[in-house]
């Protein structure tokens, strides 16, 4: 500010303001630096009393994360060779195999990355129609379309549950890629239309006089001046599918089970291992906070559901 | 280069029907265009819907697919209104509503008022605060039971280094008075950032002129505080408790995880009340009709409280 302005807070308001907020943003992220921390700490550490706060960093959440193990039996316990082999070898442990981690990861990329491109690639031909043509009973549909979402995910889960069963589409990854297209639809059409809406439409009708087709002045003009708002929107449907755990509870078992209802299912030998419960967290969460730190500009519109403007 | 017999019905075509055939009509692309999207909502949001319906008039049970299917008309519906466990559900749903929302207002309010004070570096710690809200409610769910344990846990080891309380002699998810305010607690610490940006944004909205023009009728900061701020931010924060509102009646995935309804069924809200009768009880035509009723009932709310909205934004 190159002048100090009369309405504007003073100096020392400023600095209060400043305080109690860094006070409370290190008070809400305790909780996630605690995860990360518990991922790093051996299963005696994480639950000493009291929680500590110093230790020394282990791996042994994360080599649990990604394996089983069964106990030792006194005679077959050959010489561990590789680092995560000696971790497990020290508690007494042997290594049998991989753990389903690493698939329900996969599980969670694949109907992530699937629903998102369907959602947005639709999303943005519906909202190009709402925005510039004279789509009858408009203001209807586009209700309609909001109204979807209030439905809460249980109500709507019966009969698709049914439908999937009947369908041969319960447990597959394509169920859960259209199913989560659906449910994302709703916003990446209002998220969209909100785009395309302030493009100027001058752009086109230039392009049309210079002899584009319909088609080709979407995809040449309108496509390129939209695709900060489309991969807004994408990065936000991407978050809805990765964080999603009502439907892949219910309607997901083996094959395409997602990450979110696989990691409360993490269990230790004796208790809870929350080491690798915490690491599993970790590796899950980690993907959206950078996200929402590197693009926290473009991330607002998103959150406020289009109805914020700037 | 020959003209080809293609070439010449090409430049004899006159342009007008050369365009037409070379783009589609606007109202066939504007149909091409909507029409993925309305059937794909038609087929997994109306179709669903219109099923749950029919099947709220039957006793049928998901379970046994081949059992005999009767219509049962209204009595779904009449039983559910008299049950009284029913209502113990939507009254654990209202105190979650209730309180949720108003530590959020409040809480989301204050944090943007702070921040819209423009201090340095406070981009960097909004987007902080944002992050719970972006995680997934389910995995951090799943970790706030072990925050919330009584002899490890570091809430409980926090509010006894704080109270002088023992750490061991409460159980947030354990203890029946306590349960209801765990939820609650991790469901503010997770949405407040929500309500905290759209209040931003309403803050950001009133024109700076509007309060020079206060400063020049020497209107107090506290009288500026309860005309100019209060009434312009209030449509933008009824929004946001509209939008968490319709969230929280729906809330499943980080409650289920938390408390899973218990203890009792201290904290079983709606949809994991729901939940239990549709999936684990498989009593389908019953709580196809706890369905209808619950998403009526979230329509009509939804419908007078954008109707009251409506009327703040027009004063």
Not at chain 1, 35 to 53: C, Q, R
Not at chain 1, 275 to 296: K, Y
Not at chain 2, 50 to 55: C, F, P, S, V
Not at chain 2, 240 to 269: C, H, W, Y
Request: net charge positive; hydrophobic share 50%.
């Amino acid at each position: 500010m190159s002048t100090a302005s009369v309405t504007g807070p003073s100096a020392r308001l400023k600095w209060i303001a400043g305080v109690l907020v860094v006070v409370y943003a290190l008070i809400t992220l305790m909780p996630l630096l605690w995860i990360m921390a518990t991922g790093f700490k051996t299963s005696s550490d994480a639950i000493a009393y009291p929680p500590k706060v110093l230790f020394e960093p282990s791996l042994e959440g994360y080599v649990n994360l990604f394996t089983t193990q069964t106990r030792q039996v006194a005679g077959q316990v050959s010489t561990p060779e590789t680092w995560y082999e000696r971790i497990v070898h020290d508690k007494g442990m042997v290594i049998t195999g991989p753990s389903r981690y690493g698939e329900r990861f996969m599980n969670s990329v694949i109907i992530g990355f699937g629903s998102t491109f369907l959602s947005v690639f639709l999303g943005t031909l519906a909202a190009y129609a709402f925005s510039r043509y004279r789509v009858p009973l408009k203001d209807d549909l586009m209700f309609f379309i909001l109204s979807t979402r209030m439905m809460p995910p249980i109500a709507v889960a019966i009969p698709i549950f049914l439908m999937f069963r009947s369908l041969g589409l319960s447990d597959t990854h394509a169920g859960m890629i259209l199913l989560y297209t659906a449910v994302n639809l709703s916003l990446a059409v209002w998220l969209l239309k909100g785009f395309i809406d302030e493009i100027p439409r001058e752009y086109e009708e230039a392009a049309l006089i210079d002899g584009y087709t319909r088609f080709q002045a979407f995809r040449k003009v309108v496509l390129p001046q939209a695709a900060t708002g489309i991969a807004s929107t994408a990065i936000f449907c991407l978050i809805f599918a990765w964080n999603e755990y009502a439907f892949a509870v219910l309607l997901t078992s083996g094959t395409a089970q997602t990450a979110p209802p696989f990691i409360p299912t993490i269990i230790g030998v004796g208790g809870r291992d929350w080491p690798a419960v915490a690491a599993g967290a970790t590796i899950f969460l980690m993907p959206v906070m950078v996200f929402t730190i590197l693009l926290r500009k473009h991330l607002l519109r998103g959150i406020t559901f289009g109805a914020v403007r700037k | 280069m020959p003209e080809t017999a293609m070439d010449r019905a090409a430049s004899a075509t006159p342009p007008g029907i050369a365009r037409r055939v070379r783009g589609l009509s606007d109202r066939a692309i504007a149909w091409l265009f909507v029409a993925p999207t309305i059937f794909l909502l038609l087929a997994i949001n109306i179709f669903p819907l219109i099923w749950t319906i029919r099947l709220s008039f039957t006793n049928f049970r998901a379970n046994r697919p081949n059992a005999d299917v009767e219509w049962v008309g209204l009595r779904n519906y009449q039983r559910i209104l008299s049950d009284p466990e029913i209502w113990q559900t939507m009254q654990a749903t209202a105190h979650f509503l209730f309180w949720t929302l108003f530590f959020q207002v409040l809480i989301g309010f204050a944090l943007a008022w702070l921040i819209n004070a423009k201090f340095r570096s406070s981009n960097f710690w909004t987007t902080v605060i944002v992050l719970p809200m972006m995680l997934s409610p389910a995995v951090v769910g799943n970790f706030w039971t072990f925050l919330y344990q009584p002899q490890i846990g570091l809430f409980n080891y926090v509010v006894a280094f704080v109270s002088g309380a023992d750490p061991t002699s409460f159980s947030m998810i354990g203890d029946v008075p306590l349960a209801p305010w765990a939820i609650v607690i991790v469901d503010t610490w997770m949405w407040t950032p929500f309500v905290m940006l759209i209040c931003l944004a309403g803050l950001r909205s009133i024109p700076e002129s509007i309060y020079e023009a206060a400063e020049c009728d020497r209107a107090s900061k506290w009288r500026q505080f309860w005309t100019i701020t209060v009434p312009m931010v209030l449509p933008f924060l009824m929004l946001a408790v509209l939008f968490r509102g319709i969230e929280n009646f729906k809330m499943f995935d980080l409650v289920v995880q938390l408390t899973g309804g218990g203890p009792g069924s201290t904290t079983e809200l709606t949809s994991i009340n729901l939940k239990r009768e549709a999936f684990e009880k498989w009593r389908t035509g019953y709580a196809s009709a706890y369905a209808v009723i619950l998403f009526v009932t979230v329509f009509g709310l939804a419908s007078i409280y954008v109707k009251a909205l409506n009327k703040v934004k027009e004063r």
